[in-house]
Every structure is written in structure tokens, then in C-alpha cells.
């Protein structure tokens, strides 16, 4: 009951957002129903509760200041999550960001950053693990337009993330990512860009793949000792060729297709030497890419459309990359003045790159989803939606199918 007067309080508020408005606080409210929080299978952990009930609270502001030709883009947002059951994943998070785009004189710009949040991971990925991961970005990159249709530059950017769950420590990293480009921009207002890419990616802490007894015949909790390791870090190389293309004024293409190159750097560490076997990680070298097509059918309908391959990290602990490919369409329909139809469909295939001499077939998922949402904007700054979502995965190892379906409701108001 006080979610629903506070969802009630949110609508009697007067929301007064404005164009061009240099502070924008907001808040909103959603509640939600998932009939598989943790996208179990079906025969998986018995005595688990499944379904479950949540509120999600975000209040925050955003900031757009454009002193003469500079412009600081801020955002500040607070995240309550309470469970109606599993009260223990109950979450606080924040999330922090700033950029400033600079500009000086008529031929150079970029833009200067950082950022950090506090999430909580997904339970479609590590399943029944209640895991926070505190991530801290910083950026900056600076172009030079030698030409009214040329410009050149680069950009550096740091990652650094966290994670509480002591079975998710193998997943901290410390990552760094460089990245010159050229860019040639139509008479028409196109771009094309030839960019080169490098990501070095430290994992302080090895990945377990297996343990063995410190006793000969009866093991005590915690007496398990790791016998085999793997070093997930990685040096990788991208040669990409990206574009943004206006065919119309009804559709807009954007893409990006280059050549991957990662090398793992297969090191033990020092106080492991001796005690464990390290388990080398094949590197990868392919092509990736993705397209994305916005087509705006009519005045009042508008089409999404992307397509994708790329590489991804994996959590599996038989698996030392996964190659991630899929489909998106996601459609807007303008029904009347104040009410919106969106509708979204997904397909993606997970194909888990394995370790040399596993003994038993490699991972490889397929993970259909789909939304069905109405909105309805009673006042320009006042947005609710009801809707609902559902989604599988079929798996080619036992016990890593599910389904789910979930229903939502949210108000938000922007002041």
C-alpha cells in the first residue's frame, strides 16, 4: 500500500520539466512481478523461492550546462530495490557520472570524464548468488578536424570493477582501453570512421576450475584447495570500420565491423607456483561486427532493428570466452496524443569457447525474450507504462534451461 501512494504523491507533484532546463531532478517508482527470479531450471534447487515481488525506487537528477561553447553533462541517480520474499537481496545503489565536452577554437574538441556506480548482477547470469559489483570509469578523448570533412583522434578509458560475492572475485578486473581513429563525414552529414583499438584486461585473481582435498579421506568445510587455475587476462587488438549513414529521412543505418584479436596472458601467480596446474586459455581471432536500422514507417511508428557479433566475458567455469550472437526488432507506435504501443523481440546465441582437453561438450545457449508495454503521458513530464515481458533459454548442458514471465507497472516524473 505506501508503494501505491507514493506512486499517487508522484502524480499530484507538480512536474514542471522544460526544455533546455539546466537541472533536471526526477523520481520514479515501478513494481514488479518475475515468476523465475533467478532463471532457475525447472528441476533446479527445490526448495527455492522462485517467484517473486519487488519495488523499485530511483531518484536522481540531471544536469546539462553550457557555458559559451563548453557543455557538463552530470547525472546523479539513487536506487532502492525491496523484495517482497527474498528480503535478503534487498539493494541500494548509486550511480554517478560527469563529462565534460570541451571545445577550443574551431578545430579542436573531445570531452573529459568519470564515472561510478553500485549495482546489483544479473540473476540470469550467476544465478542464486546475491553479488554487487562497484564500477569505476574514467575518460577522455580529444579530436582534431584538420578539414571540414576530416577529423582525427583518440581516446583513452579506464575500468575498474568489484565484486562482493566471493564466488564472483575471479570477475574483478582492471581495465584499460586506447583507441585512435579517422573519421571522413559526407556532404550529407554521413560518417565513416577507421579506428584501431587496444584493451589490456588485468584479473588479479585466478579463475578456479577445479579443487581437491587437503585430507585423504574426509574433507572439512573449507579444507578444499584449488588444483586447477585459470589466468583471465587478456591483451586484445580491434581493427574497426564504423559508419552512420542517412539513407533518408525515414532510415538511418549505423554499424561497425572489424577484426578481433585477443591473447591471454596464461601467468601464474607467484604465491600459486607449484601447488596448482594453470590451465591455458586459447585465444580467440575473428571477425565481429554490428548493425543497427532505425526506420521511421510513419509520423507515428518508428522500427529498431539490430543485428550482432561480438565477443563476451564468461562466468562458466568450463569456458574462457563467449562468442555472443543476435538478432534485436523493436517497434513504437504512437497510438494517440498521450498513449504509446512498444513492442520488443530479442535472439541471442552464447557460444562458450572451452579449454583445451575438456572432457565434456563446450556451452552453447539460445535465449529468446520478448516485451509487450503501453505508455501513457498525461502531462509532458509525467510518463507511466504498464507492461509485460517474458523470456527462455534452451541449453545444450543440463540444468541451464528456464523461462520466465514478468509483469511491470512504473510511474516516473521529471521536474
Not at 89 to 99: I, P, S
Not at 199 to 223: G, K, T
Not at 342 to 360: H, I, S, V
Request: hydrophobic letters at 35%.
Amino acid at each position: 500500500m505506501k508503494w501505491l501512494l507514493a506512486g499517487a504523491m508522484l502524480l499530484a507533484l507538480p512536474a514542471m520539466a522544460k526544455e533546455g532546463d539546466t537541472f533536471r531532478p526526477f523520481v520514479s517508482l515501478g513494481y514488479f512481478y518475475d515468476s523465475n527470479l533467478f532463471r532457475l531450471d525447472e528441476n533446479e534447487s527445490p526448495g527455492t523461492q522462485r517467484d517473486d515481488r519487488y519495488a523499485l525506487l530511483s531518484a536522481g537528477a540531471n544536469v546539462d550546462w553550457k557555458p559559451g561553447r563548453q557543455q557538463v553533462v552530470a547525472n546523479l541517480t539513487k536506487t532502492l530495490i525491496r523484495y517482497d520474499q527474498n528480503t535478503y537481496l534487498d539493494f541500494e545503489g548509486d550511480d554517478m557520472q560527469a563529462t565534460w565536452n570541451w571545445r577550443l577554437g574551431n578545430r579542436l574538441s573531445g570531452n573529459l570524464g568519470a564515472a561510478k556506480s553500485t549495482s546489483q548482477s544479473s540473476f540470469g547470469d550467476i544465478g542464486l548468488v546475491n553479488n554487487q559489483v562497484d564500477r569505476e570509469r574514467r575518460y577522455g578523448r580529444a579530436e582534431w578536424e584538420f578539414h571540414p570533412r576530416w577529423r582525427i583522434g583518440g581516446g583513452l578509458e579506464t575500468t575498474d570493477n568489484t565484486n562482493s560475492a566471493p564466488s564472483q572475485l575471479s570477475q574483478n578486473v582492471q581495465q584499460q582501453a586506447q583507441d585512435v581513429g579517422l573519421t571522413y563525414r559526407t556532404p550529407k552529414g554521413s560518417t565513416l570512421r577507421a579506428q584501431v583499438r587496444r584493451i589490456d584486461a588485468d584479473f588479479p585473481n585466478p579463475q578456479v576450475l577445479s579443487y581437491v582435498c587437503s585430507f585423504f579421506s574426509f574433507c572439512p568445510p573449507f579444507s578444499f584447495i584449488p588444483s586447477e587455475v585459470a589466468d583471465n587476462s587478456f591483451k586484445q587488438t580491434e581493427y574497426n570500420l564504423l559508419g552512420d549513414w542517412r539513407l533518408s529521412g525515414k532510415l538511418t543505418l549505423r554499424g561497425q565491423a572489424g577484426w578481433v584479436d585477443r591473447q591471454y596472458k596464461n601467468e601464474l601467480r607467484d604465491d600459486l607456483v607449484g601447488s596448482v596446474v594453470l590451465k591455458e586459455r586459447p585465444d580467440f581471432s575473428g571477425f565481429t561486427g554490428r548493425v543497427t536500422a532505425d526506420w521511421y514507417a510513419t509520423g507515428k511508428t518508428l522500427f529498431s532493428v539490430a543485428a550482432y557479433r561480438e565477443p563476451g566475458g564468461a562466468t562458466d567455469i568450463n569456458a574462457s570466452s563467449v562468442l555472443r550472437t543476435g538478432a534485436s526488432v523493436n517497434g513504437v507506435w504512437l497510438m494517440r496524443e498521450k498513449w504509446r504501443l512498444n513492442l520488443g523481440a530479442t535472439y541471442e546465441n552464447r557460444d562458450f569457447k572451452g579449454d583445451p582437453g575438456a572432457t565434456q561438450p563446450q556451452r552453447n545457449d539460445d535465449t529468446l525474450g520478448s516485451s509487450l508495454s503501453v505508455t501513457y503521458t498525461p502531462h509532458r513530464a509525467v510518463a507511466l507504462d504498464l507492461g509485460a515481458r517474458a523470456g527462455s533459454r534452451d541449453s545444450n548442458m543440463s540444468g541451464e534451461d528456464y523461462s520466465f514471465h514478468s509483469l511491470f507497472a512504473t510511474v516516473r516524473a521529471d521536474f
